[in-house]
């Protein structure tokens, strides 16, 4: 009798030992809670690189390989840059079948299938301060987890030797790409390649999601794209969970917007495109106007791996006027005085009823080039920018990147082709951009009482339905062109001597001005005068633009005249 009970005690005893490591799916959803009963959710703590783009800090294999993974909703792939001292746990699939990989953003790579271990270790769960542990598939996917750490082991992803000039893999967050003729198509694909449905299959998330937040970017514009403009803790990717402490307003959920590949027809649901209604820029003292048509509404692609804003033509110009920028043909870049980073102008990008605001200062990047110590000036000495707006001609639809998303809280429910969006909440920030950048990280950026709550298929908590995608479709307007059209009066040309002429100075507009926001007017109602006229020189020595202008005291005096409204802006009066 006594020797049973010790076979049943040991039999029992290894039964338990087994358990944590599972022959089947183990829910980790339903075990890492606190004493609360509030669920633990992993948060993967975001920095941003060099190019102004937001990363992930990961490792694969043993002897690690470390990879700064760019952020990118846009597609659903892991892929990374090859280097000389690779794991030796990777095991390279399909015989180093080379892939060919054209991406809808025109991101181009040639990668080939690999499966190692994927570790994180910035990477926290909430609730709970001390969590460990081992989940598995069927023993083909193993996840050991602990408090700063998460490591999964047999996740596929992509090298690549040439990606043309990227310098950074991507984190792949979309959804499914449904293009049969195409390497890209995910049918081709198991479900270890998409890290999302790797999470969910482990028990760690319920659905294949995410909520994305950047509000801790402080990164001033005289910083950006410079070494000295990088950041290691800026932003909160929260596995399968919506934060309400990270958003302030509405938060609103939207279909995405179909995709159509203008080469095969084929039709993809599963991109993050919204629809964008009226733009609007706003000054200080609370006048609004509006830049594009009072009907408008279009496609917008949002893409974490753009810096860079696409918009229409005639939006952008209406934005130049109200600003003062001058499009340089031989840079094929808008310039702006940087000073107009102080004036607290903004711009409003509708979604329906729900606006986002995005500081103009966001789209400003210095002129600074580190290899020659000099910036673009205007004759007075002041600092000249870029503003980072491009005509959509260029991509054949608007994109919407990095000064976008830094003011954007979204939740994605991939297999609900579903986002949500909501005003993200910022950290505080000088309002100097010459000043040093703040010390708050996002790991400590925020906290409410509010719980966090898991995103399941068909409903992201907290989020109010809107659906205005029925009928809209994304599919692009021809060939992208290298070059857009740009009234005369906005550009500048460069002659033989390096002088860069423009034929604009003052502006008038009859639009109205009034508090509420106005729509009454469209571009071709803008009254131009060119009474006055405006020229710039470039010193090519010393990469300096010099301007002189005919009856005014130079460039600083017709800013002024431009600022105070002396027949010129309405706005900003």
Known sequence: MSLHILLMAFTVALVLQLLPFGLCQTNLTDELTNELGETAFPVITLGKDITSLYYANVSFGDPA??????????????????????????????????????????????????????????????????????????SSSTAIIGSDY??????????????????????????????????????????????????????????????LWFGADTVPYDRRKLASGTMADCGKLILGAVDPSLYTGILRSFKMIPFIDPVSQAQSNNYPILPLGTIYINSANGKSLNMTSE?????????????????????????????????????????????????????????????????????LVTTYDPKSNTSLHFSTGEEACFLAMVSKDKTGYNVLGGPFLKNLYMAVDIEDSSIAIAQAKMVNQSSSSSGSIRSTSASSAVSSAVSLRPISSGHIPYALSRNLTSSMTLFPSGVPSLTSYVPDQFTGTVNSEGLISTGRSFYQTSRSTSTPKSSETTYESLLLSTSQSTTATVNAGSTNIQASKSGSEGWIAWLLAVILGASSLELLL
């Open 150 to 211: 998460m490591s999964i082991s047999n996740i596929s992803f992509f090298e690549t030797n040439y990606a043309s000039f990227y310098t950074a893999g991507s984190l792949g967050l979309g959804g499914r790409i449904s293009d049969g003729s195409a390497a890209i198509d995910s049918e081709k694909f198991d479900s270890s390649f998409f890290f999302l449905d790797r999470l969910m299959n482990l028990g760690i998330i319920k659905t294949p999601s995410y909520s």
């Open 295 to 363: 009907e408008f509404v279009e496609p917008v692609l949002l893409d974490s791996r753009y810096s860079t804003t696409y918009l229409p033509i005639d939006a952008i110009v209406q934005i130049a006027v109200q600003i003062g920028a001058t499009f340089v043909e031989s840079l094929d870049k808008w310039l702006v005085a940087c000073s107009v980073a102080k004036l607290d102008v903004s711009l409003d990008f509708t979604f329906g009823n729900i606006e986002i605001r995005v500081p103009l200062e966001d789209f």
């Open 65 to 138: 390989d470390e990879q700064l993974l760019r952020v990118d909703i846009g597609q659903p792939y892991t892929w990374l840059i090859s280097k000389p001292n690779d794991s030796d746990t990777a095991v390279y699939l399909n015989n180093g079948y080379i892939y060919e990989f054209s991406f809808m953003d025109s991101i181009e790579v040639n990668v080939s299938a690999t499966m190692d271990s994927m570790n994180f270790t910035g990477i926290h769960f909430t609730n709970i301060s001390d969590v460990s542990g081992t989940y598995s598939i069927d």
